[in-house]
């Protein structure tokens, strides 16, 4: 599958099983290393969080591989469930697709953040697209990119 072909189209209500499904995949092991992890709440949170006008699916020849969202806010937009499915992880989708996002905020004069679980390999992602640590917890970091 070549990852040079993706496209992002906006959610629908139908996808809400599958990228609560995917997020669960994906934060479980970083939750796990925190002590966090649970089953149930991991799938709850996104739907309770879902807002289809805010989320795009990041397809390949039609078929679902991630998701992203970027929410406006005061200070900016948030980006926020920017997951890849593990299998297309580590082949420059998730580059990619950030990119393509950030042109766009770059372009709009926008301030974006997003916040990342400590120990993250996405963490370094983030930083080599110009995003920077504004404040840290146990279990946070939160980044920005101006």
């Not at 099983?17 to 997020?23: D, H, M, Q, V």
């Not at 994906?26 to 966090?36: M, N, S």
């Not at 020849?61 to 948030?78: I, K, N, Q, S, T």
């Not at 963490?123 to 920077?132: A, N, P």
């Amino acid at each position: 599958m070549d990852t040079h072909t993706w496209t992002l189209r906006p959610a629908t209500p139908d996808d809400v099983e599958p990228i609560a499904e995917l997020r669960a995949v994906v934060l479980r092991p970083d939750l796990e290393r925190l002590g966090r992890f649970d089953e149930r709440r991991v799938r709850q949170r996104f739907r309770d969080a879902f807002v289809a006008a805010q989320l795009s699916v990041i397809e390949i020849e039609g078929r679902f591989v991630g998701c992203v969202a970027l929410r406006p806010a005061e200070d900016g937009h948030w980006l926020e469930h920017f997951f890849i499915a593990p299998g297309m992880q580590g082949q420059g989708l998730g580059s990619a697709v950030l990119s393509a996002l950030l042109a766009r905020t770059d372009a709009a004069g926008v301030t974006v953040r997003l916040d990342v679980l400590q120990g993250s390999a996405a963490r370094r992602l983030y930083e080599r697209h110009g995003f920077t640590v504004e404040s840290e917890d146990a279990v946070d970091v939160f980044m920005v990119r101006r």
